[in-house]
C-alpha cells in the first residue's frame, strides 16, 4: 500500500511512502519516466542504525541528493519508506555552511580553501577519485567526484 501525503502549503513536496525498497524504485522509475529528473528517492540504509558498518555509497548520495533537492525547492515528488524516513542522518556541512558549492569559469577559489571546504561538507579525500564524495588534490589540480554527477569533475 502506497500512502501519499501532501502539504496545503502551494508547490510543497509530494511525499510518496513505499512499503519497501523494491517497491519505492518501481515507483521512483514510473514517476521519472512521467515527470522527468523531478521526483528524487530517498532510500533507506542497507545497514542497521547499530550496526558499525557504512551504508553504501551510492545509497549515502542519493539520500544526500534527494536532501539537497527537497532544501533547494527541486524536489516536486520524493519517494520514500517509512523506515528511511526513521532513519537518522547526520548532516556533515558545519552550521551556517550550505550544502551548495558553485564555480564558474574564472573563479579563483584557492586550493587549500576549496580543499577545506569539500572536507567540510563531508567529502573524503583520497589519493585518486574513484567514487562519488571523494575529492583528490594534486599540484593545482582538485578532481571532485559530487553528489548527483554520473562522473568527476576537474578543476584547475
Known amino acids: 500500500m502506497t500512502v501519499a501525503l501532501r502539504d496545503a502549503g502551494v508547490g510543497a513536496p509530494v511525499v510518496v511512502v513505499a512499503p519497501g525498497p523494491g517497491r519505492a524504485d518501481e515507483i521512483h522509475a514510473d514517476l521519472t519516466s512521467l515527470a522527468g529528473e523531478g521526483p528524487r528517492c530517498f532510500p533507506q540504509r542497507e545497514t542497521l542504525p547499530y550496526e558499525d558498518a557504512d551504508p553504501h555509497v551510492e545509497i549515502a548520495a542519493q539520500r544526500v541528493d534527494a536532501l539537497g533537492a527537497l532544501l533547494a525547492g ?76 554520473a562522473a568527476p569533475i576537474r578543476v584547475e
Open 74 to 149: 527541486r524536489c516536486p515528488i520524493l519517494v520514500t519508506t517509512g523506515r528511511a524516513l526513521a532513519e537518522r542522518m547526520p548532516i556533515p556541512v558545519a552550521a551556517g555552511s550550505s550544502f551548495v558549492l558553485s564555480l564558474t569559469v574564472g573563479d579563483e577559489p584557492g586550493f587549500q580553501d576549496l580543499a577545506d571546504r569539500l572536507d567540510r561538507m563531508g567529502f573524503d579525500r583520497t589519493g585518486t577519485v574513484r567514487e562519488v564524495g571523494d575529492f583528490a588534490v594534486r599540484g593545482g589540480i582538485v578532481d571532485v567526484f559530487p553528489f548527483g554527477h
